[in-house]
């Protein structure tokens, strides 16, 4: 076989992964876009005291059986956002959503949209207004903090000695 026949069976084999990854992405989409609507159904508005968050496996939230079941294999080994809440009279063991898990102030009471155990959006926070999430720094951000802060460190050293003399 030549090098160009190698290359034709490259790409043909190429073109049926990105053809086979098209449908299932589609497939996919559509499956999320319904589940989407039936949480925006099934949402409320509730009340609540939040105690404590954690990230954890979905085997050790304490949740009952049947959320076990109905969640996919690959989900169940990933740590998840639980967030533990007081609701009404009830304590409640209830997953949030990433972006809402983040901004989420703990120990205080919370107005919050929350779709059977899922929380989706905070409304409102008691006693002040909605915490801004932390800002991420990105991966070269770090390396430049680390350099200031040792020349402002060296700068230091250099007038004290400057001092000194």
Avoid: C, H
Avoid at 65 to 75: G, S
């Amino acid at each position: 076989m030549t090098w160009w026949q190698i290359l034709l069976i490259i790409l043909a084999v190429i073109l049926v992964l990105l053809v086979v990854l098209y449908f299932v992405g589609s497939k996919m989409q559509r499956k999320q876009a319904a589940s989407q609507e039936q949480m925006d159904a099934m949402k409320q508005t509730l009340s609540m005291l939040i105690i404590d968050k954690k990230k954890m496996k979905l085997k050790d939230a304490n949740l009952p059986d049947m959320v076990l079941q109905q969640t996919p294999k690959y989900m169940r080994r990933m740590k998840m956002p639980f967030v533990k809440a007081k609701v009404g009279p009830r304590i409640m063991t209830l997953i949030a959503d990433p972006k809402v898990y983040e901004i989420l102030p703990v120990k205080k009471e919370v107005k919050a949209v929350v779709s059977g155990i899922y929380i989706t959006e905070i409304k409102s926070v008691r006693g002040g207004a909605i915490p801004a999430p932390p800002k991420k720094k990105g991966f070269f951000a770090r390396f430049k903090k680390d350099k200031s802060a040792k020349n402002t460190t060296a700068e230091k050293t250099e007038s004290k000695g400057k001092k000194n003399k």
